[in-house]
């Protein structure tokens, strides 16, 4: 027995001694100039000059090696566009972890030859704050604009019309390359229709957004991430795109020299649609019941323009300073033939055909300026950024109205002048306190100016003499000024909980004033916008992340605007210069895990809005409704979102999702509550036949969502597209098809309000070819450059024409 226990003694110290000859090797990567990680870079572990273990960089730069006997070693780092690496005599003793500390790798300046990439970004990628959609690598996109981007992703609903919401809620903020635009403030679907597909790199949905960034309100920040090359040498791209229903044309161009680097991208548009609507009301005034039947047919077209300019100078390795320049304008007509009838007590009380047409042109721009002070020490920086942007508008309308014999007898007009300025500056610090943990501060100052002059005139008997109407016209001086301070603590560690903590205050002070004699008014409040973040990376690629957020919402110029459209005379549109912003309570859990060629997502979100801005339609007597802008609601929403990408075959992938929610209006002012579950289905279905031939067959279904007073319908979409790689890859042709086996897109939308009942049939023309064309040329060498850009998300931002 005492031998047996010498035995298994002597095989456990063995064992023990065995164990403990293993360690740790880890290190960082930087670039030597830039002073930044290099992410997914080649790390070896050579003994004698052969590699015994082989690992890649983190997005971080960090690499470790887990089990390194003992031995002396060497480690060698290479990626592309930098010159290898070697670190020599890395010795491993005793079974004692080894910290190599920062390998910094230089660039090289040797042009690449063409590379043969094996395996692509996934479409859909889960990072630790956000869920990025790679939609360079989605072949159905092209041709088209921004919102078939959007479209494409899990938690986004886009309708027809082009408005946004993301998991059910309209409350969102959209960026271009981190930073605001004032097309966006004014209207999300206008902005994004005059961004061709082609350029979007990337789309990143932050849900739950850190103290780190403006307030911004109840579902998240939706970031759009055009190409852009910061690698050395010339290159650019065109790429002619037509369809039955647009027309894209855009080209790119870079250069990038030792230490200035210049781009600039453009582009035009031209678009047509064509649409029905009939629209049945029933309203009741006293005892007396009266029914309204208008039918519509609307045709229209526009065009867009739009072309950026990007130069940034790398002063030297510590200093660098940008300039940008973004500019943009367009304009849309509509075309309204307009039948009216009204029955009240059996007897036709009332008809007119209305000839009317509507136009909105447009053109702003953005300049931005931005200096950065790096540091020797990794990753800390000071950040300089300033950024003005300015628009105008024209929102004009005509109108005739028509009897049973076609004969002219009433005449309107009208016009809303309108601009929006907007000055920012933003100072922000980045310090890490450790290798695991960073300290962020920063303060920043918004400045806007909106003003709206509006005019209305008429004229009677059919005749050209018009005349104003005084008591419809105004003009509408908005100041807004936004002061506000954050800081965050982000601590991060592969074996723990990582935490992401930060509070922000933010100052607004408002000023309103009307020149037609209403009272002018101020308003001036402070707000606290606390945020939490805890994620923790599990065995098996399986990770999860629980967030809070308190968030802030400020009306924009759509929302506040006191115009009143009133180019249909019983449908009448307008804005609140009242409005308060809203304030909303956030919590999501998530998670995810990768298992061979699958990823699956879940995240499951509970959001409540106070104050929540609502359309409110009332029907006077006359049965004309009008629909202002009020904040008279709570807006609550809980449910879960599922996601999953998986490849078939090495040639086949697929990806889908269901976003399901239960979403509750209700209001105490009005008496009125509405609720139901909502649900978004999408599937996306790619094959690479080899030889350069690809297909993509994508498809969704939005189910019905509610509002205050009703709901809007559901719909769906589908389209598949062939590709075809020529020119020895460097040119694509494509051709793609939308619902081939529909010629319309209809959908209903329901009213009720206290005296009034109504429906509304829309049917929109949506099937249609598309042909897309690309090419690219120059070659180029590898450079990686980060640049920080403002991002004013503190607004909500109109949802577009309806």
């Known amino acids: 027995m005492k031998s047996f226990l010498l035995v298994l003694l002597a095989f456990a110290s063995s064992i023990g001694f065995v164990l403990a000859q293993h360690a740790k090797v880890s290190g960082l990567l930087l670039d030597s100039v830039a002073n930044k990680p290099v992410e997914f870079a080649t790390v070896a572990l050579l003994k004698e000059g052969k590699p015994i273990q082989g690992v890649t960089t983190d997005s971080k730069g960090a690499f470790v090696f887990q089990k390194a006997p003992t031995g002396d070693y060497s480690i060698q780092a290479s990626f592309v566009g930098y010159s290898p690496k070697t670190v020599e005599k890395v010795t491993v003793m005793n079974g004692q972890d080894i910290e190599v500390g920062v390998i910094k790798m230089a660039q090289t300046a040797q042009k690449l030859a063409e590379v043969t990439i094996t395996e692509q970004k996934a479409l859909f990628e889960e990072k630790s704050d956000r869920m990025v959609y790679n939609a360079e690598k989605d072949i159905s996109i092209k041709g088209g604009d921004a919102t078939d981007v959007l479209k494409k992703i899990p938690s986004i609903a886009v309708d027809i019309e082009g408005n946004v919401q993301l998991r059910g809620s309209s409350n969102i903020k959209v960026l ?131 072309g950026t300019l990007n130069i940034d100078w790398d002063i030297d390795s510590l200093n660098r300073l940008g300039a940008g320049l973004n500019y943009y304008n367009g304009a849309n007509t509509n075309g309204f033939d307009i039948n009216f009838q009204e029955i009240s007590q059996s007897v036709v009380s009332q008809y007119f055909r209305r000839d009317m047409s509507r136009t909105y042109d447009w053109a702003g721009a953005t300049i931005n300026l931005d200096y950065t002070r790096l540091f020797k020490k990794p990753k800390k920086e000071l950040t300089f950024l300033m950024l003005y942007s300015f628009e105008g508008e024209d929102s004009d309308y005509w109108s005739n109205l028509l009897n049973r014999s076609n004969s002219v007898y009433y005449r309107e007009k009208s016009f809303n002048i309108s601009n929006n300025k907007e000055g920012t500056l933003q100072l922000d610090f980045t310090n890490p306190l450790d290798s695991v943990s960073t300290l962020e501060m920063g303060t920043k100052t918004i400045f806007r100016q909106i003003l709206s002059d509006y005019r209305i005139a008429s004229a009677l008997d059919g005749s050209t003499d018009f005349k104003d109407i005084p008591s419809l016209a105004n003009v509408f ?97 307008g ?89 509750i209006l209700e209001s105490t002012e009005l008496n009125t509550r509405n609720a139901d579950w909502m649900y978004r289905i999408n599937l996306n279905s790619s094959i690479d036949f080899g030889k350069g031939y690809k297909a993509q067959l994508f498809g969704f279904y939005n189910s019905a969502r509610v509002n205050l007073q009703g709901t809007y319908g559901g719909f769906g979409f589908y389209n598949v597209v062939l590709q075809k790689e020529i020119l020895k890859k460097k040119a694509t042709i494509g051709f793609g098809y939308d619902n081939p086996f529909s010629e319309t897109i209809s959908w209903r939308n329901d009213f009720v309000g206290p005296n009034f009942v109504q429906t509304q049939d829309v049917a929109m023309y949506r099937r249609g070819w598309r042909l897309n064309l690309k090419y690219e040329f120059g070659k180029m060498n590898s450079s990686q450059r980060q640049k920080k850009r403002i991002s004013n998300d503190d607004k909500k931002a109109g949802e577009g024409n309806n």
């Open 575 to 663: 804005g609140n210069p009242y409005l308060k912003p809203e304030l909303t309570h956030s919590i999501e859990a998530n998670y995810s895990v990768s298992i061979k060629q699958t990823s699956l997502n879940a995240s499951f979100f509970l959001r409540q809005t106070n104050n929540a801005i609502e359309g409110i339609n009332t029907v006077d007597n006359e049965g004309v409704l009008k629909q202002i802008f009020q904040n008279v609601a709570q807006n609550s929403a809980y449910g879960v979102n599922l996601s999953a990408n998986t490849k078939l075959t090495k040639q086949w992938s697929i990806n889908g999702s269901l976003n399901v929610f239960y979403n």
């Open 477 to 573: 001086d908005y100041a807004q000024q936004v002061t506000s301070a954050y800081a965050v603590y982000n601590r991060t560690s592969k074996k723990k909980w990582g935490l992401n903590l930060g509070m922000r205050y933010e100052h607004t002070f408002i000023q309103a004033n009307f020149l037609n004699g209403t009272a002018p008014f101020s308003n001036n409040y402070g707000n606290f916008i606390p945020s939490i973040s805890l994620s923790r990376s599990l065995p098996k690629e399986q990770k999860i992340r629980i967030n809070y957020s308190q968030r802030i919402q400020r009306p924009q110029f759509y929302y506040l605007n006191p115009y009143v459209n009133q180019s249909d005379s019983k449908n009448l549109y």
């Open 176 to 306: 271009i390359n981190n930073k605001p635009s004032s097309i966006v403030a004014r209207s999300i679907s206008d902005a994004l229709k005059q961004i061709p597909a082609d350029i979007i790199k990337q789309v990143e949905v932050i849900t739950s957004p850190s103290a780190k960034y403006d307030a911004e309100g109840t579902a998240g920040i939706i970031n759009i991430i055009t190409k852009k090359n910061s690698i050395q040498g010339t290159s650019g791209s065109i790429s002619p795109n037509f369809g039955q229903w647009n027309n894209w044309q855009n080209a790119t161009l870079n250069h990038r020299m030792k230490s200035i680097s210049i781009s600039a991208n453009g582009g035009y548009s031209d678009w047509k649609n064509k649409r029905y609507i009939q629209l049945l009301r029933s309203f009741s005034n006293g005892d007396t019941v009266t029914n309204q039947n208008q039918t519509q047919w609307i045709t229209g077209n526009g065009k867009n323009f739009y």
